[in-house]
């Protein structure tokens, strides 16, 4: 009986096949090229969402934006004047998990260019000076820490010394497990600091994005003259399976989400982001009386919808 040994290596294996692969190989393509719609799943070109304000074309599914993005988009000739925030102490507790909190803020401040999860900006929205927050989800979940705290704080204290409005673009998860009591100190230091510009007679508007929750939510992200939310955002205390496990009750369809919030009386106006500046700029004219400028009606109140 004849035995076949089989060779472990050959030519075809080694040189033909590998230069076939590289052949076909397709080349490598940046991982940012393409954007999938959380909603239907469609792959849309980074670059078409961009110019779309960073809305899907087709779904209209509203994606995370930026702060930088947002003011940008929110102000007259992309143009304003940062306002700086006072110095807070980092991390006073000296809190580590899996990693350690300083390391997850130098991690933060690389990924957003910004120092915490609040940006502030003063300038004109159609002429009429105005004052902004944006909370940047992308900073840690836009999670409210001290320095979150005191950005708003100084937003509103910003707007009462300029005597304009002040708009906040909240996102967030909740407050700050890293600082502990002395995140959850801020709910009611903002909550005073929102007093304050209503003694002042200042409006106060908030734009609830995807998502507002947690303690955000249970202070100054629901205590505005007037709440927007963009389309689909989730706006609640705790979140939808917390609830569910708790109840042991299946939610309703569209539970927490804005146009559900809206049409039960908890949001005023549900507005699409190509619409926001627009609504902005009238809502302020018309709180502080002043004339308005350019733009398109003022969508329904909830009463109406």
């Not at 609830?243 to 049409?263: N, S, V, W």
Request: charge should be positive.
């Amino acid at each position: 009986m004849v035995e076949f040994t089989k060779e472990p290596m050959n030519w075809i294996t080694n040189v033909v096949r590998p230069k076939i692969r590289s052949l076909l190989q397709r080349k490598d393509v940046p991982e940012n090229l393409w954007i999938k719609c959380p909603d239907t799943g469609q792959l849309v070109f980074h670059k078409d969402v961009e110019a779309n304000q960073w809305v899907i074309p087709n779904s209209n599914y509203h994606m995370r934006i930026g702060a930088v993005a947002r003011l940008k988009s929110i102000f007259d000739g992309e143009t304003w004047l940062d306002i700086q925030v006072p110095e807070v102490a980092v991390d006073p507790l000296k809190f580590r998990d899996e990693r350690k909190y300083q390391d997850r803020l130098k991690d933060a401040r690389a990924k957003t260019g910004l120092k915490d999860a609040v940006k502030l900006g003063y300038g004109k929205l159609d002429g009429l000076p105005v004052v902004i927050g944006v909370q940047d989800f992308d900073f840690m979940g836009g999670s409210l820490g001290m320095a979150a705290g005191e950005a708003v704080i100084k937003g509103l204290e910003t707007a009462v010394e300029k005597k304009t409005p002040f708009i906040l673009f909240a996102a967030s998860g909740g407050a700050r497990m890293q600082e502990g009591i002395l995140s959850l100190m801020q709910l009611p230091r903002t909550t005073v600091a929102v007093q304050k510009l209503r003694e002042a007679g200042k409006p106060y508007i908030v734009v609830l994005t995807n998502p507002t929750t947690g303690g955000v939510t249970a202070s100054y992200a629901m205590l505005g003259d007037v709440h927007i939310a963009e389309p689909g955002a989730l706006i609640g205390f705790a979140g939808p399976r917390v609830i569910e496990q708790t109840i042991r009750e299946k939610l309703p369809e569209g539970f927490q989400r804005a146009e559900y919030l809206r049409d039960h009386g908890m949001v005023d106006m549900v507005v699409h982001r190509h619409d926001m500046r627009a609504t902005l700029s009238k809502l302020c004219a018309l709180l502080t009386r002043a004339p308005a400028r350019g733009g398109t009606a003022l969508p329904a109140p909830a009463s109406a919808v």
